[in-house]
C-alpha cells in the first residue's frame, strides 16, 4: 500500500537554529499538508499546499515557517529560527481528493533545545 | 466553522467488551467526518471515514462509526475489544470544500485483559 514517507524521523536542533523536515507524499495526490502535535495536544493543521501553493495557513504558520516543493517528489517544511515552543511531532499528509482522507506519514519529532 | 469534541480523554474497556467513543461535531455545512488511529509512536491511520450516503461507516480492524444529523455525532464503536486496539483515537471533520481538517483531542483507548 502507497505510503508517505517523513525523514528524519526523529531530529534534536539547537534553539534559533533552522531545520528542514521532509516528505514524500504519495505520487498520485494533489494535495499536501502540514499538522503537528505538541506531546499531549491535539493534532493542529498548519498549512495546505496543493497546485504548487498554499492554499490555506493556520495562525501558527508564521513568517518562520515555510513549505517547499522543490522537485516535484518531496515536500519540504522549513523552520527558519526554531524556538522551544516548536518541540512536538510533524505530520505531512497527502490526499488524493477532498472526498478521501489524509494519508499521514509517521511523523519527525522535533526537540529544540 | 468546524469543530469536534470527543467526550472522554481515557475510556477503558475488558477484552471482549464493547468500544464506544464518542465524537460530536460542529459544521456550519454538511460535512465529512473521520477516525484516525494513532498507536505509540507511529502516525496516524484511516480507520473510516463518512461523505455522503449510507450513515452507518465500517472501517479497518472491525470498526465503524455512524453520522447522525439530529444528535451531531459520529461515534466510533466496535462489538469485542482486542488488545491490539489498544491507542489514541482522534475524531475529524471537514468541510466539503475545505481542505482543512479539525481533529479533537483524541481519547486514549486502555484494553483491559
Known amino acids: 500500500e502507497p505510503e508517505v514517507t517523513q525523514t528524519p524521523s526523529h531530529q534534536v536542533t539547537q534553539m534559533g537554529q533552522e531545520v528542514i523536515l521532509r516528505c514524500v507524499p504519495i505520487?498520485?495526490?494533489?494535495?499536501f499538508y502540514w499538522y503537528r502535535q505538541i506531546l499531549g495536544q491535539k493534532v493542529e493543521f498548519l498549512v495546505s499546499f496543493y497546485n504548487n501553493e498554499i492554499s490555506e495557513k493556520s495562525e501558527i504558520f508564521d513568517d518562520q515557517f515555510s513549505v517547499e516543493r522543490p522537485d516535484g517528489s518531496n515536500f519540504t517544511l522549513k523552520i527558519r529560527s526554531t524556538k522551544l515552543e516548536d518541540s512536538a511531532m510533524y505530520f505531512c499528509a497527502s490526499q488524493q481528493d477532498r472526498a478521501n482522507g489524509y494519508t499521514f506519514g509517521s511523523g519527525t519529532r522535533l526537540t529544540v533545545v | 466553522a468546524q469543530s469536534v469534541t470527543q467526550l472522554g480523554s481515557h475510556v477503558s474497556v475488558s477484552e471482549g467488551a464493547l468500544v464506544l467513543l464518542r465524537c460530536n461535531y460542529s459544521s456550519s455545512v454538511p460535512p465529512y467526518l473521520f477516525w484516525y488511529v494513532q498507536y505509540p509512536n507511529q502516525g496516524l491511520q484511516l480507520l473510516l471515514k463518512?461523505?455522503?450516503?449510507?450513515?452507518l461507516v465500517k472501517g479497518i480492524n472491525g470498526f465503524e462509526a455512524e453520522f447522525k444529523k439530529s444528535e451531531t455525532s459520529f461515534h466510533l464503536t466496535k462489538p469485542s475489544a482486542h488488545m491490539s486496539d489498544a491507542a489514541e483515537y482522534f475524531c475529524a471533520v471537514s468541510a466539503p470544500l475545505s481542505n482543512q481538517f479539525y481533529f479533537g483531542t483524541g481519547t486514549s483507548l486502555t484494553v483491559i485483559p
Open positions: 505520487s498520485n495526490h494533489l494535495y
Open positions: 463518512y461523505t455522503t450516503g449510507a450513515t
